[in-house]
């Protein structure tokens, strides 16, 4: 069962959801370790159910895993070349480009979530959700405090920390623009 967000924009060839870029965010994942790290969690990338809370569940447990894999890695293993593409590189070079892709896929996810409307938790600092601009001592606030509370709150149907009352204080560097 598929349960789909709405595309962004109607007839986009593209489809790229919020549904398929989390499609997308965990097959990407999932090839970059295996592949390149020869990392593999014995699990598909995709839940069963593509909900939600599935995807949720299914991210957390391969996250975990490939974690517990590498703080298990002698330093020796980051220097060695595998293949990246086209080219080969060293397990560090590979994961450090990694991260700033998970990032990416972050912050894509965040700017159609807004443009969807919705209201945006931290994900590494103060969003114009939880008060604004660091300069303005705008808070971080995150949706769960712990892994555990997210999946305990999102399996009850949601139970995210409250976001603060919009401030008087501006949102952006260029108030008055």
């Given at each position: 069962?598929?349960t789909?967000?709405?595309?962004?924009?109607?007839?986009?060839?593209?489809g790229?959801?919020?549904?398929e870029?989390?499609?997308?965010?965990?097959v990407?994942?999932?090839?970059?370790?295996?592949?390149?790290?020869?990392?593999?969690?014995?699990?598909?990338?995709?839940?069963?159910?593509?909900?939600?809370?599935?995807?949720?569940?299914?991210?957390?447990?391969d996250?975990?895993?490939?974690?517990a894999?590498?703080?298990a890695?002698?330093?020796?293993?980051?220097?060695?070349?595998?293949?990246?593409?086209?080219?080969?590189?060293?397990?560090?070079?590979v994961?450090?480009r990694?991260?700033?892709?998970?990032?990416?896929?972050?912050g894509?996810?965040?700017?159609?979530?807004?443009?969807?409307?919705?209201?945006?938790?931290?994900?590494?600092?103060?969003?114009?959700?939880?008060?604004?601009?660091?300069q303005?001592?705008?808070?971080?606030?995150?949706?769960?405090?712990?892994?555990e509370?997210?999946?305990a709150?999102?399996a009850?149907g949601g139970?995210?920390?409250?976001?603060?009352?919009?401030?008087?204080?501006?949102?952006t560097?260029?108030?008055g623009?």
């Amino acid at each position: 069962m598929r349960t789909c967000v709405c595309a962004l924009r109607a007839g986009d060839s593209r489809g790229r959801s919020v549904h398929e870029q989390m499609v997308h965010q965990c097959v990407s994942e999932d090839i970059w370790f295996r592949t390149m790290l020869g990392i593999d969690v014995g699990a598909p990338p995709l839940p069963a159910q593509e909900t939600r809370l599935e995807f949720i569940k299914r991210f957390a447990e391969d996250s975990g895993k490939r974690l517990a894999v590498l703080k298990a890695k002698a330093e020796a293993w980051w220097e060695d070349e595998v293949q990246f593409f086209d080219v080969r590189r060293s397990r560090a070079w590979v994961m450090t480009r990694r991260m700033p892709h998970t990032s990416h896929h972050r912050g894509q996810q965040m700017a159609m979530l807004r443009m969807l409307g919705r209201d945006l938790h931290s994900n590494y600092g103060p969003t114009a959700d939880t008060g604004g601009l660091m300069q303005n001592h705008a808070p971080t606030i995150y949706a769960y405090a712990t892994l555990e509370a997210l999946l305990a709150g999102e399996a009850a149907g949601g139970g995210k920390t409250t976001l603060p009352k919009p401030l008087d204080k501006p949102l952006t560097e260029r108030p008055g623009e």
